[in-house]
């Protein structure tokens, strides 16, 4: 059964500073796997998508990174702003089938101080 | 272009009722999934449709069911009602059921059980 582990639950940092958010997982066997970022109380927002063949994926200020054979994913989060402060959830795609089904970890609270 | 849409925001039921939710999906996007989220939590898939089927079923009881129509948009239905189903309730679209896609999430319903 695939898990998805998020370390740190929350994290708080001053402004400006650059931040690394970890993403684990126990089953390798993955289509891709996305970052969102949720705003409390509100949907998801997709960041990035990083498909099992690729290594990175970069969107202005952010970088994902992927390591299947380890079951690792982090997020950089460069010059942070509090405008970054929010609950970022990654999640994997499974192989096989004919679902996009997510499985997501419980998600990482990010306080950016002004 | 209007995003993936849901209906209504809020909602509070007694332990018990039934309770319809309601989802468009983003234009282009011919697959619907539902997620469950409780407080503190990462998402759990419920279930997804396409072509108007259930395609895909997460470990949900019967009382969760729902529904696809010819124009894409679908439906979330829980009977019976428990306290424990106070949730936030995502609706994500896709076009096809591939992997490669990123998923995009509407902002939810917030269900509250009393």
């Known amino acids: 059964k695939q898990e998805v582990t998020q370390i740190p639950a929350a994290l708080s940092v001053p402004e400006g500073e650059n931040l690394v958010l970890n993403c684990s997982f126990t089953?390798?066997?993955?289509?891709?796997l996305q970052w969102f970022r949720q705003d409390p109380g509100k949907g998801l927002t997709s960041l990035l998508l990083i498909q099992s063949s690729q290594r990175e994926q970069t969107s202005g200020r952010l970088n994902a990174s992927l390591d299947k054979s380890s079951g690792r994913s982090t997020l950089y989060i460069a010059a942070s702003q509090p405008g970054d402060s929010a609950t970022y959830l990654c999640?994997?795609?499974?192989?096989?089938?004919?679902?996009?089904?997510?499985?997501f970890g419980t998600g990482t609270l990010l306080a950016v101080q002004p | 272009d209007a995003g993936v849409t849901q209906s209504p925001t809020h909602l509070i039921k007694t332990r018990g009722q039934q309770v319809t939710l309601r989802c468009s999906p983003k234009?282009?996007?011919?697959?619907v999934s539902w997620y469950q989220q409780a407080l503190g939590q990462g998402p759990q898939f419920i279930f997804q449709?396409?072509?108007?089927?259930?395609?895909q079923r997460g470990n949900f009881p019967d009382r969760f069911s729902g529904h696809q129509f010819p124009n894409y948009s679908s439906e979330l239905n829980v009977n019976a009602l428990l306290l424990g189903d106070s949730a936030l309730y995502l609706c994500a679209s896709s076009f096809r059921t591939s992997g490669r896609e990123t998923q995009y999430f509407g902002p939810g319903t917030r269900l509250l059980v009393l």
């Open positions: 089953d390798s066997a993955i289509y891709n």
């Open positions: 234009s282009g996007h011919d697959t």
């Open positions: 449709y396409y072509e108007e089927e259930e395609r």
């Open positions: 999640a994997v795609s499974l192989y096989g089938g004919a679902t996009n089904k997510l499985i």
